[in-house]
């Protein structure tokens, strides 16, 4: 043999084999905006007053790297929400894309009631305690990487 058939066929075949290891070790799957949602609402339910999704609207829902919302995981949540204590919020990479959710609590108007002196309509909020709640969510594995809360202050 020939010393350049030597040096090709072990690098055709490195070629070749990295081509097959690429080929059977393929990037994991992203997961899709509804899992997202489900995931967010597993999390978020615990919390909530009602345990109903329906009164929850998702304002906003996104990819985005870290970088972008590292600030908005940064600042201390307010500490007087319902529910279990959430786990603590793990590093947000800055580099690495995530899954970015804010939900908040849809107001609930019930029918008008009549009276003898007026007829009016009372707003109840099902979720008296929430005004929004934020998720990081890894879109791969579906860990939530980061929450926060915001919640009024309770009488």
């Given at each position: 043999m ?5 040096i090709?066929?072990p690098v055709?075949?490195?070629?070749f084999?990295?081509?097959?290891f690429t080929?059977c ?7 899709k905006?509804?899992?997202i ?6 999390a978020?339910?615990p919390?909530?007053?009602s345990q ?7 304002v ?7 970088r ?16 279990p204590i959430?786990p ?8 690495s894309?995530?899954?970015f ?12 009631v ?8 009372e707003s109840?909020?099902?979720?008296p ?8 969510i ?7 990487v980061?929450?926060?809360f915001?919640c009024?202050?309770?009488?």
């Amino acid at each position: 043999m020939k010393t350049s058939q030597r040096i090709i066929f072990p690098v055709i075949l490195l070629f070749f084999g990295l081509g097959l290891f690429t080929a059977c070790n393929p990037q994991p799957a992203r997961l899709k905006q509804d899992k997202i949602l489900d995931i967010t609402w597993e999390a978020l339910r615990p919390n909530t007053s009602s345990q109903n999704r329906a009164n929850w609207e998702v304002v906003n829902v996104n990819r985005v790297y870290g970088r972008d919302v590292v600030a908005e995981f940064s600042s201390i949540p307010i500490s007087n929400c319902p529910g279990p204590i959430p786990p603590e919020n793990q590093a947000i990479r800055s580099s690495s894309e995530y899954w970015f959710v804010r939900a908040i609590p849809k107001p609930w108007t019930s029918p008008t009631v009549t009276t003898a002196k007026s007829s009016t309509i009372e707003s109840i909020m099902p979720e008296p305690l929430f005004r929004e709640a934020y998720f990081l969510i890894d879109p791969f594995t579906g860990q939530i990487v980061a929450r926060k809360f915001i919640c009024s202050k309770g009488n």
